[in-house]
């Protein structure tokens, strides 16, 4: 089949209903936590010479009032974040063309020199600021501070007149008011919550690396989604291998089909210490960066537990049927959605890919996007590759509003729909996106957008590891779905569940393959040759329903490894 042309992508998508838990399509407002304060810095590999072509902000005075969000006024307190003028890439344009400059360049390396960057630039500028900011506290016109450096700033309260001070500094560039969101898994998340060495350890001892493990598909069922998007075929090139992917979501059930593809921090242990000194206790498996606490194995919603399954599950079940597209990559289970402290643990913690099953959706959210799309293009510099569902929203938005916040960024992957028949799921979002009037942007205008989805997958019908019983705050409720086996645990093989959030880990698991087929290909690179590799959907070339077409994953797999032997 013709590949499908890739145009220049001006569009993106978010994800929605149809069958998606709400709380997953929410980012939530970003909690301040006074006690959570920057983690230590872990080792740095040694610099490599390779030029990276990184880019100086320009430090240019402007008026307070130009680098200040709306809505500041009055004497009350507001939740903001102070952007710092030095930044890797501090307008748009400057990412598109550090990727330019960087194609032949190892990931390996550049993850070790975007970080490093992102990180001393932060400590550059906190230096330069602190002094007024530890003034402005004790004037009692700023709080909780908390600096972050995949975005170089800091978030804070602050009082209107704090803000302007702060604006009139040429190193910072911009003032966002943080919009009020819905915090995603409720009251529960913003509560600290006691380490569960119990479960820790009885997990430890189920864990096991399988990652030299040979797989064979001969004797397992297969599921119609994996053989639409031709996966069976790719493992005969890649099986995600050494692939690791963070899934910002609701966790992850301990099932043993689960347990088994779960990533382990080498460098922790259940001991109630900060063993690797990265400021979190005992995070074996992941991390609750919205509770801040270590539990993020466990899934009361099955939201997470689905998706994972969908990347990297195990065989299991009778028959025994392998869902995982990456059948020996690696789960992360990160909660707290859109926390940017959480960007920095996958980047620090050795991520390659993060799958997110979430979007700000019907929330106007001006220039507080510039942000994330920032953070975004930080993450994809440092080696990581971002993906997630297009969104549920075809019959509930107008174009144009169908795809949102993290999924309309240019350099995160959003992944449409198409069921089992090969028709598109009616609630499939559809782009384009625009990006006009955003501060530092101002890009993918209307009569320009940006075409959005990237690239189409399956968003139900099939088996899904899922509990039986869904925990609400309402009370508890059994899942209406058809238990095709049951692993006797409180989770099963389920088919029910749909929705694009369930796309999206499809082009994760793909990743993942990519990635365990050639461990050194760019994060951009990925996106790239995985849509050039699509099987043209709809109407000829990319377009705002299908994107660049239908992935195939062993185009995708011999892409990667063809680009491993150019790159030589």
């Known amino acids: 089949m013709a590949a499908k042309v890739a145009r220049e992508r001006r569009m993106s998508s978010p994800e929605g209903r149809g069958g998606t838990p709400a709380a997953c399509e929410q980012l939530p407002r970003y909690s301040i936590s006074p006690g959570e304060g920057r983690p230590m810095r872990p080792r740095i590999p040694p610099m490599v010479s390779l030029p990276l072509g990184i880019f100086v902000a320009c430090l240019c005075p402007g008026t307070a009032s130009d680098k200040l969000d709306t809505g500041l006024e009055g004497d009350r307190y507001h939740a903001v974040f102070v952007r710092m003028a030095d930044q890797l890439f501090p307008r748009g344009g400057d990412f598109e063309r550090f990727c330019r400059e960087n194609k032949a360049a190892k990931r390996s390396e550049l993850r070790a020199r975007v970080t490093k960057t992102l990180r001393d630039k932060n400590d550059t500028s906190w230096k330069a600021i602190r002094k007024q900011v530890d003034a402005l506290v004790k004037e009692q016109t700023l709080s909780g501070v908390q600096r972050t450096w995949i975005v170089n700033g800091f978030f804070c309260r602050a009082k209107p007149s704090a803000c302007k001070a702060l604006a009139t500094r040429d190193d910072v560039a911009f003032v966002y008011r943080q919009r009020a ?88 242990q259940v001991d109630g210490k900060d063993n690797d000194g990265n400021g979190k206790v005992d995070d074996v498996f992941g991390w609750d960066f919205s509770g801040n606490h270590n539990v993020s194995v466990g899934d009361a919603r099955g939201h997470g537990t689905a998706c994972g399954g969908i990347i990297a599950g195990r065989p299991a079940g009778e028959p025994r049927t392998v869902t995982g597209v990456a059948p020996r990559a690696r789960i992360m289970p990160i909660r707290g959605m859109g926390h940017l402290a959480a960007y920095e643990y996958a980047v620090l ?20 996007r510039g942000l994330y799309r920032l953070a975004h293009e930080h993450m994809t510099a440092a080696g990581v590759v971002s993906v997630g569902g297009a969104g549920n929203f075809k019959q509930q938005a107008p174009k144009g509003h169908q795809i949102a916040l993290p999924k309309d960024i240019p350099c995160v992957i959003a992944v449409a729909g198409i069921f089992q028949n090969g028709k598109q799921a009616p609630f ?43 925990r609400r705050r309402s009370g508890q409720r059994a899942f209406r779905g058809r238990v095709v086996w049951d692993a006797g645990d409180g989770c099963g093989l389920v088919v029910g569940p749909r929705g694009n959030s369930f796309s999206g880990p499809h082009a994760a698991g793909v990743a993942a393959l990519m990635l365990s087929a050639n461990p050194e290909l760019p994060a ?39 680009a491993k032997q150019i790159d030589k």
Request: hydrophobic share 35%.
């Open 181 to 268: 969101l819905i915090q995603t898994g409720g009251a529960r998340n913003r509560n600290r919550r006691a380490p569960d060495r119990k479960l820790l350890n009885r997990l430890l001892g189920e864990w096991k690396d399988d990652s030299d493990d040979a797989f064979s598909a001969s004797d397992l069922k297969v599921p119609w989604n994996l053989k639409r998007i031709r996966v069976p075929e790719a493992w005969k090139l890649a099986t995600g291998r050494g692939a690791v992917v963070a899934t910002f979501d609701t966790g992850l059930y301990p099932t043993p089909a689960l347990v088994g593809a779960l990533w382990r921090n080498p460098t922790e």
């Open 349 to 368: 913690t050795g991520a390659d890919v993060v799958s997110m099953s979430y979007m700000w959706i019907r929330v106007k959210l001006g220039h507080y």
């Open 428 to 470: 499939s979002s559809e782009g384009p996106c625009y990006w006009n009037g955003v501060k530092f942007y101002d890009d993918y205008p209307p009569d320009q957008p940006l075409v959005k989805p990237d690239v189409t997958a399956c968003p139900g019908g099939y088996p899904v590891w899922f509990p039986k019983v869904l």
């Open 524 to 562: 951009w690179r990925v996106k790239e040759l995985m849509e050039a590799t699509c099987k043209d959907l709809g109407e000829e070339g990319r377009d705002t329903t299908y994107g660049a077409g239908l992935i195939q994953a062993d185009a995708a797999v011999r892409a990667a490894i063809d």
